[in-house]
Structure formats: structure tokens, C-alpha cells
């Protein structure tokens, strides 16, 4: 397990990090979410240990994983723009990255380059973005670390080597109980491979929680309103986080058990209403917009 215990970073005086605590269980794709600059890449590296927290503490496994060579040896960080030798080939990054790794697999990671057709004494400089970020990822996976740190792995990546890697991922949980940790923009994709996401706001947390038991609790409720009582109603009864209307069509976002706002919606009798599930983006764009990051302000 992961545990992040009221962690604070600030760069000259820029608060990337405001005391955020969380726990993050083995055996489980684990999603970071958040605002551009809502601190995703800092929080990576401080787990990676790349990075020493100003306050709190980050244990992994319980014991603290800055200036922890043992720890350290757990985690394979994935950075959004990964660093290569100036004329290093993928061979070169293999040998490497074995002299860090003790478990790390040379000849399975020769195997996967082989087949998503990366040449191994080709330049790395000669490669595509996409091609960078497959050699990061069967790099990592090929460390045999418990835990993957991958901040924006996806992006670069075609549909087809997305899937290939994603099929990786739940091969590599099933196998051997590895941990991938997801920062992503990409939520889409998240939603996909993901079974519990966290979501940062201007450096702190505003939750951490399993994905399916999330959209269990938040619904879209579309309805038809024609009395002002009625909508005073549902305003004053139901979690509302957020409405938006064209003219006698209502849309509320709403927190709460699906049969209670169901039986509740049935008593109030609108002319018509129904309840909808919401995507991860949805549910991003819902809670953020509560902590005052209001989308519509940015394009209206």
C-alpha cells in the first residue's frame, strides 16, 4: 500500500501540493485525475521519490520511500516526457535499467520490443512519441516492481497499442498483484482501466474513491418542469451539485442512492423525468465545478 500522510510542495512559493492524504490499496489500477496544474506530476514524483515532500510523508509498504534505496526498488516511475540517452538504443536502456532493477526481466523486455516492432539497436532519438512512451511502459512492466507509476502514458499512443498496453496491465495485476498508479487527462481512458480514482484540485485531494461505487452515488436527472414549487423542491430536497435548463427541460447532477432519488422524483411527479449514468469525465466536470472550476465561465 500506498500512504500519502498531509504532504505539502511548494516551488518558490507556488503551492503545488496542499496537504493531501490518501491511501492507495494493492492489486488495483489506481486513477489520478485533476485541473491542469492540480499537482498530477508532482504527487507522481514525490511517490517515486524523485522529489522530498515539504511536510508529511509518503510510505510505501510502511516504510518511507525518500532516500530509500529498498523502497525505491518497488517503483518504476513513467514520466509524461521520458528522458533517453542522446544516441542510446532500447538495448541500451535494458542494461541499464537491470543494473537498478534486480528483478528486472531483460529477455521478456527484448521479447515485448520485438513485438510492438521496436528495434532494439535502432536510436531512441529516431523513434515517435508514441513509440517512446511503448518503450517506457514495456521497460517498467519488464522491472517486475510492485508498483507502476505512469503519468500520461496513454497519450501518444494509438487505439490498438492503448488496448495492447491496457491487456499488459491486467496481465501483470492478475500474475503477479501489480499496481499501476494512471495520472491522466485522458479520462476516457481511465474509466476503461480503472477501479478507484482520486481526484486534485489547486494541490489538494477532493477525493479518493472506487470508481463503481462513485457512479452508483451521482446521477443525471433529466426532467420536464413546468411549476416553480417543483423546482424549489428539488433544489431543497435533493444533493443538487449542479442544473442547467432550456426552458422547461431541467438537468441536475445529483448526489444520493438511485431508488431514493428515483422514488423520490416518482412522488414529485413532473411531466416527465428520467435518471441517467454519468461518465467519469462528467463526474470530473460535476465535482470541480462545486470547488468553483466552473467549465461554462472558461468558453461562455
Given at each position: 500500500?500506498?500512504?500519502?500522510?498531509?504532504?505539502?510542495k511548494?516551488?518558490?512559493g507556488v503551492?503545488?501540493?496542499?496537504g493531501?492524504?490518501?491511501?492507495?490499496e494493492?492489486?488495483?489500477?489506481?486513477?489520478?485525475?485533476?485541473t491542469?496544474?492540480?499537482?498530477?506530476s508532482t504527487l507522481?514524483?514525490l511517490?517515486?521519490?524523485v522529489?522530498?515532500?515539504d511536510?508529511g510523508e509518503i510510505l510505501?509498504d510502511g516504510?518511507?520511500?525518500?532516500?530509500?534505496?529498498a523502497?525505491?526498488?518497488?517503483i518504476?516511475?513513467i514520466?509524461?516526457s521520458?528522458?533517453?540517452?542522446?544516441?542510446g538504443?532500447p538495448?541500451?536502456?535494458?542494461?541499464l535499467?537491470a543494473?537498478?532493477?534486480?528483478?528486472?526481466?531483460k529477455?521478456r523486455?527484448r521479447?515485448l520490443?520485438q513485438?510492438?516492432?521496436?528495434?532494439e539497436?535502432r536510436?531512441?532519438?529516431?523513434?515517435?512519441?508514441g513509440?517512446?512512451?511503448?518503450l517506457?511502459?514495456?521497460?517498467g512492466i519488464s522491472?517486475?516492481t510492485?508498483?507502476?507509476?505512469?503519468?500520461?502514458?496513454?497519450?501518444?499512443?494509438?487505439?490498438?497499442?492503448?488496448?495492447?498496453?491496457k491487456t499488459?496491465?491486467?496481465?501483470?495485476?492478475?500474475e503477479?498483484?501489480?499496481?499501476p498508479?494512471?495520472?491522466?487527462?485522458n479520462?476516457?481512458e481511465l474509466?476503461?482501466v480503472?477501479?478507484?480514482?482520486g481526484l486534485?484540485?489547486?494541490?489538494?485531494?477532493l477525493?479518493e474513491r472506487?470508481?463503481d461505487?462513485?457512479?452508483?452515488?451521482?446521477?443525471k436527472?433529466?426532467?420536464?418542469?413546468?411549476?416553480?414549487?417543483?423546482?424549489?423542491?428539488?433544489r431543497r430536497?435533493?444533493?443538487v451539485?449542479t442544473?442547467?435548463n432550456?426552458g422547461a427541460?431541467?438537468?441536475?447532477?445529483?448526489?444520493g442512492?438511485?431508488?431514493?432519488v428515483e422514488?423520490?422524483?416518482?412522488?414529485?411527479?413532473p411531466?416527465?423525468?428520467?435518471?441517467?449514468?454519468?461518465?467519469?469525465?462528467?463526474?470530473?466536470i460535476?465535482?470541480?465545478?462545486?470547488?468553483?472550476?466552473?467549465?461554462?465561465?472558461?468558453i461562455?
Open positions: 500500500m500506498i500512504t500519502l500522510q498531509n504532504i505539502h511548494q516551488f518558490d503551492k503545488a501540493i496542499d493531501v492524504s490518501a491511501s492507495i494493492e492489486g488495483h489500477v489506481f486513477g489520478l485525475i485533476g491542469n496544474g492540480a499537482g498530477k507522481m514524483r511517490i517515486a521519490g522529489l522530498k515532500p511536510e510505501v516504510a518511507p520511500v525518500w532516500d530509500n534505496p523502497v525505491k526498488a518497488k518504476f516511475y514520466s509524461d521520458p528522458y533517453f540517452f542522446r544516441s538504443t538495448l541500451d536502456m535494458v542494461r535499467y543494473s537498478f532493477y534486480p528483478s528486472f526481466d529477455d523486455c521479447e520490443m513485438k510492438f516492432g521496436l528495434e539497436k536510436k531512441i532519438n529516431t523513434f515517435s512519441k513509440m517512446k512512451k511503448q517506457s511502459v514495456l521497460c522491472a517486475g510492485k508498483y507502476l507509476l505512469c503519468d500520461e502514458t496513454f497519450d501518444g499512443l494509438d487505439p490498438v497499442m492503448r488496448q495492447a498496453v499488459l496491465f491486467v496481465k501483470e495485476i492478475e503477479r498483484g501489480m499496481t498508479v494512471v495520472a491522466s487527462h479520462l476516457r474509466e476503461d480503472c477501479e478507484y480514482v486534485l484540485h489547486k494541490g489538494g485531494i477525493f472506487d470508481l461505487e462513485m457512479k452508483s452515488n451521482i446521477h436527472v433529466q426532467c420536464v418542469i413546468r411549476q416553480d414549487r417543483m423546482l424549489e423542491a428539488i430536497d435533493l444533493s451539485l442544473m442547467e432550456r427541460l431541467y438537468t441536475f447532477t445529483v448526489r442512492e438511485r431508488e431514493a422514488a423520490y422524483m416518482e412522488q414529485l411527479a411531466v416527465f423525468f428520467e435518471l441517467l449514468p454519468l461518465s467519469l469525465e462528467e463526474i470530473f460535476s465535482e470541480t465545478e462545486v470547488k468553483g472550476y466552473d467549465v461554462k465561465a472558461l461562455l
